[in-house]
């Protein structure tokens, strides 16, 4: 037997395909094993098992997925809090003030104006 790489998720088909394995065994009336983990009182006990598990994955990514998202509006609110703020400090002290200096804005008289390029012709 190989062994098992219990560290990713099983394939949602061989779940399926295992569910149907264990409904199918319901109609078995005579089964009986000396193996524990064969067993079919086990099995049902480890299938309720699986499914509860999926609920409170389900349910936690749900929750995830909700702060996730309250996260990212909460980001994208303080970031348009700090634009606008920028935007108060460029307005009243100006564009080449040493306050809009200090918020992150650069002074207009440090920009460097746009120069052309002299195109090189080429001699062949």
Known sequence: ????DTTRRLRPQTISQDI?????LQ???????TRADASAAKLQEVY???LISQQTE????ALYRAAADAA???EWEYHNSVLAMKEVVRGQYGSDSDQAQAVGLKKKSDRKRPSRKK???IAS
Do not use: C, D, F, P
């Open 1 to 4: 037997m190989t062994i098992q």
């Open 20 to 24: 149907s394995s264990l409904h199918g």
């Open 27 to 33: 109609t078995v009336s005579n089964y009986n094993t």
């Open 48 to 50: 309720q098992a699986m």
């Open 58 to 61: 389900t349910e936690k990514l």
């Open 72 to 74: 990212r509006l909460a």
């Open 119 to 121: 195109l090189v012709a």
